[in-house]
């Protein structure tokens, strides 16, 4: 393909005009078409991107201006739109999460009939050279068998403004969930991806702990994988100042990732070895200490972005294939199911369970929120972890 691709984003909210905008950026693409149910909103950004305005996804769908979309609308919107794009013979590019419930994922993916479209979702994280060079490491089998998982990442926090400022956030009805569905699917993706999936999760949410939400705003999970291996994921909404610190270990050692730092805490020999075969009662493995170089936290959006263009141009291999999104929200729905139930969540979770345990609580809702704008401009780099 040597033309540009003509791209139309969907929802132009904080995420939908940071792309608009960064657009420029984007080698081998144009921004052809905005569009947004807000015509004011539609039209002024349209106007300051010298591009079309629709007010319908469907009326840009259709119009033949565009080569390929980007959805950056509430949740549930992810899966009715991009079906839509990618039964019109469209690429899609879906912000995270692919959608709200494991059910909807499978739908959406389902769509992706014609292999030649291309279909990504936005896990720009991946795209960090600290995460890169972990999974790396695990890969090539540096850790050896992980046996332990550790993340606490709570440096999301958010005060009372923020979930007021869309009547959509923080409901079961518009992001069908809290922190796990909109601030954690990057490190849910992250965790999978570094680690494999867990074969069982055992959660405790907070529903509301923090904020006047109804949605949970602190989550602890329990994750088991099938090795043996255990693991503990901690979030929060709610916790000023917040951690992020990944630690994962294995036969061989011990990787932390936190304040930008990678350090790789490297056994001489596995510890199950040595623990077999040593007569000191209170020996351990000699341990050698090495901090992993890193620089920046790699080309996020941008990168994301450009190699989907580069994917439909070029056929360069998707760093973020969306069939991949599925996991991530799979993670999230079994944390809240467990955390409801009570019980552990089996993996794979039953996706008709969740989702009719789901619509019981979006009908059972009664929460009527107050949306007020937030003063001056939205700076969305401080949303970024």
Not at 74 to 89: E, Q, V
Not at 207 to 236: Q, R
Not at 296 to 312: K, L, P, R, T
Request: hydrophobic share 40%; charged share 25%.
């Amino acid at each position: 393909m040597n033309s540009k691709v003509k791209i139309g984003i969907v929802g132009v909210g904080n995420m939908g005009s940071l792309h608009a905008r960064s657009m420029h950026k984007i080698k081998g693409a144009v921004l052809a078409a905005v569009c947004d149910i807000d015509r004011a909103k539609a039209d002024a950004l349209a106007g300051e991107m010298s591009c079309k305005a629709f007010y319908a996804a469907d009326d840009m769908i259709s119009s033949g201006k565009v080569d390929a979309i980007v959805i950056a609308t509430p949740h549930y919107d992810h899966t009715t739109i991009g079906i839509k794009g990618l039964k019109k013979g469209l690429h899609v590019l879906v912000e995270k999460p692919l959608s709200v419930h494991k059910a909807d994922c499978q739908r959406l993916i389902a769509a992706h009939e014609n292999k030649k479209q291309v279909f990504s979702a936005m896990f720009n994280q991946r795209t960090d050279p600290h995460y890169i060079k972990v999974r790396n490491l695990i890969q090539k089998g540096e850790l050896g068998e992980i046996t332990r998982v550790n993340w606490i990442i709570t440096n999301w926090f958010r005060p009372e403004i923020y979930y007021r400022s869309g009547g959509w956030r923080a409901t079961w009805s518009g992001e069908g969930g809290g922190v796990l569905m909109n601030q954690c699917p990057h490190n849910l993706d992250l965790l999978w991806w570094i680690t494999g999936m867990p074969k069982q999760v055992t959660a405790k949410c907070c529903f509301g702990k923090w904020h006047d939400i109804e949605v949970e705003d602190e989550v602890t999970a329990f994750l088991e994988y099938p090795n043996g291996a255990t693991g503990v994921f901690i979030t929060s909404t709610g916790e000023a100042p917040g951690t992020n610190r990944l630690e994962i270990c294995g036969e061989r050692g011990k990787v932390v990732v936190e304040n930008s730092v990678i350090t790789f805490h490297r056994n001489a020999e596995e510890m199950s070895k040595f623990s077999r075969k040593t007569t000191k009662l209170f020996a351990s493995p000699e341990t050698e200490t090495v901090v992993i170089p890193v620089e920046g936290s790699g080309g996020q959006h941008i990168e994301i972005m450009q190699n989907f263009v580069d994917s439909i141009r070029k056929g360069t291999p998707l760093k973020a294939p969306a069939r991949e999104g599925i996991n991530s929200v799979e993670l999230a729905n079994a944390m809240i199911y467990s955390s409801l139930t009570g019980k552990p969540a089996k993996i794979p979770l039953s996706a008709a369970i969740y989702e009719k345990m789901l619509k019981k609580l979006i009908a059972g809702s009664k929460r009527k929120k107050q949306v007020k704008k937030c003063a001056g401009s939205v700076d969305m780099a401080k949303s970024f972890r």
